[in-house]
């Protein structure tokens, strides 16, 4: 398979400033993509892999809901609520970063079939991110030889993502399932729980109401998610008189929604275009009156707001 991105180690100096604080730090990283942007707020999305609509579709909403809140949606590149709470990111136009239980290597990714995802993930923004050598396959049982250690690769990927996340959201989870070993270390680390509540007649309900009882937040809209982050609720609906936003059609208030993120002229016309139905050339139009207006700018290839 030919390499779809570039691995690089990241610098110390470049390494989630919570990671550090933890009791059992990786003694590398390697990463693809861009370095996270560390002043957004982290959120760790865990779940089964055998889920059901209703952790899907619950999921989705939520993410949707955090669209233009400075969040990074985190996950493990899983089968399952993994995937696709990467998905609903990149839908969403939130950055997101994956930590595989593998080396970042396409021919070492786990699992195989999320290769394509990665590749999305980094070309939309995100980033990869492994303690593993890159082209190091996952396996139920690792041998660090110098350590003289054997441990599981997906309890330590798991550490990683409990320890550089501010909260982990916990969808769905059965009593026996591998998430709930990221609460657990979520816990140790002293980093907020959130469980969605489920049905009481589904096993897939078992875990995220064992971590209620142990007192897990529930989480029963995104505002929840925002105030277990610290981060205040914003009003896109009804500008201040002295908003710059407040002469702003809804349509050029649907295009500021998709620059939360710098991007590319082309990718936010595809959004434009595929979410909200806007024409290609009104959106070239949207986007000029925007620059006139001095809210959005043009710069190293990209577009953002001023």
């Known amino acids: 398979m030919e ?40 959120l760790c999305v865990v779940g089964s892999r055998k889920y059901t609509n209703y952790g899907k579709e619950a999921i989705e909403y939520f993410i949707r809901e955090l ?17 696709i709470a990467h998905r609903a990111a990149l839908k969403n136009n939130l950055p997101t ?21 990665a590749e999305e993930i980094i070309q939309r923004g995100g980033t990869l991110i492994s303690e593993m050598e890159p082209e190091q396959k996952a396996s139920l049982l690792m041998h660090d ?10 309890p330590r990927r798991n ?23 990221t609460s657990k270390l979520a816990t140790e680390y002293n980093r907020e729980v959130l469980t969605i509540p489920g049905s009481i007649f589904s096993p897939h309900s078992d875990g995220p109401h064992m971590l209620l009882r142990l007192g897990a937040t529930p989480i029963r809209n995104a505002d929840d998610i925002l105030e277990a982050l610290n981060i205040g609720k914003l009003d896109f609906s009804s500008p201040k008189e002295d908003d710059p936003l407040i002469n702003c059609s809804e349509k050029e208030m649907l295009i500021i929604k998709i620059l939360i993120e710098p991007l590319p002229r082309d990718e936010i016309l595809r959004q434009a275009n595929s979410e909200h139905q806007i024409p290609i050339g009104e959106t070239q139009t949207l986007l000029s009156l925007l620059e006139l207006k001095g809210l959005i700018k043009e710069t190293m290839g990209e577009i953002r707001l001023a």
């Open 97 to 117: 970063i994956a930590i595989p239980g593998s080396g970042l290597h396409p021919q070492a990714l786990h699992p195989q079939t999320h290769v394509v995802l």
């Open 159 to 181: 550490r990683i993502m409990a320890g550089m996340c501010h909260a982990v959201l916990v969808v769905e989870a059965e009593i026996k399932s591998g998430t709930l070993i």
């Open 145 to 154: 030889t110098a350590a003289k250690k054997v441990f599981f690769s997906f």
């Open 67 to 83: 669209a233009g809140y400075s969040v990074t949606i985190v996950s493990g590149l899983a089968l399952g609520i993994d995937s």
């Open 3 to 42: 390499m779809g991105y570039e691995i690089k180690k990241l610098n110390r100096k470049d390494w989630p400033p919570l990671l550090e604080k933890i009791n059992d730090p990786p003694e590398q990283l390697y990463f693809a993509g861009r370095i996270p942007d560390y002043d957004k707020k982290f």
